[in-house]
């Protein structure tokens, strides 16, 4: 069965300090892979998506930045924190290719940035 | 017009209680449509896909809409573990197929 790792579970930076997230997907091969962002109390924001290994699309401008270095590995970036990116970080895979298949999420990580 | 629309709520029902929550979509090409769970503090859950012809899956029932671009999910017999949030999801095409949440829909089941 398919399995979806996220860590930290929650993290807490300062301002103007990197960030990185990681997301690993056991189980599954080329999987579509997905960050959102929910701040407190509002809806799931999409990030970030990929359909494969080196293949990212952008939906928000962002000071964040995601990787695929490897076929079932993503990872999420910031070079330097704003409070704004306070939020829950979700990472997602899909399976590709079907048009009805659903997300399913990692447990998410918790960030404040101070 | 919203992507995906929700009734925030809250609804507060009692246990026993039959409950009904709408979302609505504004791309009529949409075709893909979920409901999941979010409890407090947690990541989303599937509660499950929506189908053309609506769907059962013991007390839930989903029921879609295309002439009015709208989605329904029904509870009946309401738990107090059926407390939580329900997002509304629906995929839009662009480029590779993504899917869209709603704010979500908050139930509150009282003893």
């Known amino acids: 069965s398919q399995t979806i790792h996220q860590w930290p579970a929650t993290l807490v930076q300062p301002v103007g300090s990197p960030l990185s997230l990681e997301c690993t997907v056991e189980?599954?091969?080329?999987?579509?892979l997905y960050w959102y962002r929910q701040a407190a109390g509002r809806g799931l924001q999409l990030l970030f998506y990929?359909?494969?290994?080196?293949?990212i699309s952008s939906e928000v401008p962002q000071n964040l930045s995601a990787s695929r270095p490897q076929d079932r590995q993503f990872i999420l970036s910031s070079k330097k924190l704003l409070l704004s990116d306070s939020g829950f970080y979700l990472c997602?895979?899909?399976?590709?290719?079907?048009?009805?298949?659903?997300?399913?999420f990692g447990n998410g990580t918790r960030l404040t940035v101070t | 017009r919203k992507e995906v629309e929700q009734d925030p709520g809250p609804f507060n029902v009692p246990e026993g209680a039959t409950v009904a929550f709408n979302c609505t979509y504004s791309?009529?090409?949409?075709?893909?449509f979920f409901w999941y769970r979010q409890d407090c503090r947690k990541e989303p859950k599937l509660l499950m896909s929506?189908?053309?012809s609506g769907n059962e899956d013991g007390r839930f029932t989903a029921q879609l809409n295309r002439a009015s671009q709208y989605i329904s999910l029904l509870i009946r017999d309401s738990k107090l573990s059926d407390s939580a949030t329900y997002l509304c999801v629906v995929n839009r095409r662009q480029g590779y197929s993504t899917l869209t949440f709603g704010k979500g829909t908050m139930l509150l089941v009282s003893p």
């Open positions: 990929s359909v494969g290994i080196g293949q």
């Open positions: 997602a895979w899909r399976i590709p290719g079907t048009g009805n298949s659903p997300l399913h």
């Open positions: 929506v189908y053309s």
């Open positions: 189980g599954t091969s080329n999987p579509n």
């Open positions: 791309n009529s090409a949409s075709q893909s």
